[in-house]
């Protein structure tokens, strides 16, 4: 899997975006950026992904620089439910790690009222 | 279109005894994925399987653990003779095709404490 890195920590006020960041430097060309979410207790959370273009759907927006070393979840309008760890992954595309999610410490986003 | 399920949510048991995790994937998903949480510690990766065939077991704790994926039924993680460490939360995680395997549905879990 290409190394990602995330803040520790953010906090958001309750109904502006979230931005959330990733730097995944090593990335080869073909490998995606997943991301996922884990709601304190519950099973994480699928939220999107994307390889090279911007994506969105229901829930977030992606986006991905050109160069593909860094990209940001942007959460439009975070509500108190939206508090939880959130991690990007950028799983190994095709070697020994196939099917394997690599959760690291991800970034513990706080919505405040 | 139910989720993943998994059962019990909880499980007690004592040191020596066995532990049967159930998981019933997604409709229409044939990957199945399970995942352990420590506590206050990140998910980790334990076992990919297909229908009848374990695809990647290298997170599987070498002695004790086991995991299926019969041609019927759930997906079961067996834990022989736990001990106190094998306490933590049992995730298990569906997708539907070849083409989408990172792109997983997770059940609720399944709380294992062991007194």
């Known amino acids: 899997d290409a190394k990602t890195t995330q803040p520790p920590s953010m906090d958001c006020a309750e109904g502006r975006a979230a931005n959330l960041p990733c730097n995944h430097s090593t990335i080869s060309g073909n490998e995606y950026v997943y991301w996922y979410r884990q709601i304190h207790s519950q099973g994480p959370q699928y939220i999107i992904h994307?390889?090279?273009n911007n994506e969105t759907n229901e829930m977030a927006s992606l986006i991905i620089t050109e160069d593909r070393k860094s990209s940001t979840l942007i959460l439009p309008h975070a509500t108190l439910r939206d508090t939880a760890v959130y991690y990007c992954i950028a799983p190994d595309a095709g070697g020994t790690s196939y099917g394997k999610l690599t959760f690291g410490q991800g970034t513990i986003l706080t919505v405040h009222p | 279109n139910a989720g993943v399920m998994q059962n019990p949510r909880h499980l007690v048991r004592r040191r020596g005894q066995e532990a049967r995790l159930r998981c019933s994937p997604m409709k229409g998903h044939s990957h199945v994925y399970w995942y352990r949480q420590l506590p206050e510690e990140g998910l980790k990766f334990m076992v990919y399987l297909q229908k009848e065939n374990i695809i990647d077991e290298s997170g599987m704790p070498k002695e004790r653990f086991s995991a299926e994926f019969p041609k019927e039924g759930p997906s079961i993680l067996r834990i022989q003779q736990v001990v106190r460490g094998d306490s933590a939360a049992y995730f298990c995680a569906s997708s539907e095709r070849q083409g989408a395997i990172y792109e997983q549905y997770f059940g609720p879990g399944t709380r294992l404490t062991v007194t």
């Open positions: 994307g390889l090279k």
